[in-house]
């Protein structure tokens, strides 16, 4: 296996991130509940971006690029960070985002007029559209630039989530089970290809919060990061068990999500959002009332970040 430290990365985020016990929602559960804090990694508001950019942005630099562009709907988390962190190590963002969702100075638009960030919208459902636009401003710009797909969820971006199942392999407590939100599939896939190397006896969990066919999504981008580590592992569904949490669509709120996020805001103080991990967290508390989790077993649930999104999106 080639080694992760031999891919290069840039240091932007606090690691290793904080796993704390959810006391009063184990008591409520009655189950061992951990969280483990990706809403602290330190730029931006936080959020599991910033592993994957670690990766990608270490990349583009190699590459020379002077200009990084991404893509997402209006209030991507993945976006404004990709946004604070190019700006930190001297590359300028371009953000050619879909024109869906709240458009309107709140929430991470907000973040992205704070931080000068140039931003674009493209009114397309294509992903296709919005890479052609980059090419035709990288090209008038003359510039040389460097794309991120949608969540940063390439084999790249995926292999800072399995240097993720490696932190918290050496953080002491073993875990039967980790649930994450999925939304574009790199963190999901990233930790399921970890667990594999890393995590013996762990079960990862993605919630889905998007309708795209993440069946096949994650086994494939599991395989492609193996690729990059010149492995090939076995990889079969019982890897990546998967639950559709998506709710009334995409970026809009759930009542389950948001349940969920009042009772972590209630008992525990921290914050969800409605996006992502809302709606990841009530999965969670789904998995738990349907006898997925054993008496004994440790539960992790992977706070992703999303915090512009709770001042944006309707709940
Ligand atoms: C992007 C995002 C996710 C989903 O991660 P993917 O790797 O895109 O599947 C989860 N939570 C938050 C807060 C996000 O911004």
Redesign the pocket.
């Known amino acids: 296996m080639k080694p992760i430290e031999s891919f290069p990365r840039a240091a932007l985020g606090f690691f290793p991130t904080p796993v704390q016990k959810l006391e009063n929602i184990s008591a409520l559960l009655g189950r061992n509940i951990y969280i483990k804090r990706d809403d602290l990694t330190g730029i931006g508001l936080g959020?599991?971006?910033v592993r994957k950019l670690e990766f990608l942005l270490a990349d583009a630099k190699a590459q020379g690029a002077e200009i990084v562009f991404t893509t997402g709907g209006a209030q991507s988390?993945?976006a404004m960070l990709t946004a604070a962190a190019a700006g930190r190590l001297g590359m300028k963002a371009i953000l050619v985002l879909k024109e869906r969702g709240v458009t309107a100075c709140v929430g991470n638009q907000l973040l992205e007029r704070l931080m000068g960030t140039d931003v674009r919208f493209v009114d397309t459902d294509d992903y296709a559209d919005i890479y052609a636009e980059m090419d035709r401003i990288g090209k008038e710009l003359g510039r040389p630039y460097y794309k991120i797909p949608c969540?940063g969820?390439n084999a790249l971006g995926a292999l800072g989530y399995v240097a993720c199942a490696r932190e918290i392999a050496g953080q002491g407590l073993h875990f039967d089970h980790i649930v994450c939100?999925?939304?574009?599939?790199?963190?999901?896939a990233g930790l399921a290809l970890g667990a594999k190397l890393y995590l013996p006896g762990t079960t990862v969990h993605g919630m889905m919060v998007d309708t795209d066919p993440f069946d096949k999504i994650t086994p494939a981008l599991m395989r492609e990061t193996a690729g990059l580590l010149e492995i090939a592992p076995e990889i079969t569904p019982a890897d990546y068990p998967l639950r559709d949490m998506c709710g009334p669509g995409y970026a809009i709120a759930s009542k389950e999500g948001n349940a969920a996020v009042k009772l972590m805001a209630e008992r525990e103080g921290i914050f969800l959002?409605p996006v992502?991990?809302g709606k990841a967290f009530a999965g969670l508390l789904e998995l738990a009332k349907e006898g997925v989790f054993a008496e004994q077993d440790n539960v992790l649930f992977l706070h992703?970040?999303?915090a512009g999104g709770l001042f944006a999106i309707e709940m």
């Not at 939100?181 to 999901?188: L, V």
Request: negative net charge.
């Open positions: 959020g599991n971006k988390n993945h969540g969820s939100a999925e939304g574009s599939g790199g963190t999901m959002d992502y991990t992703s970040g999303g």
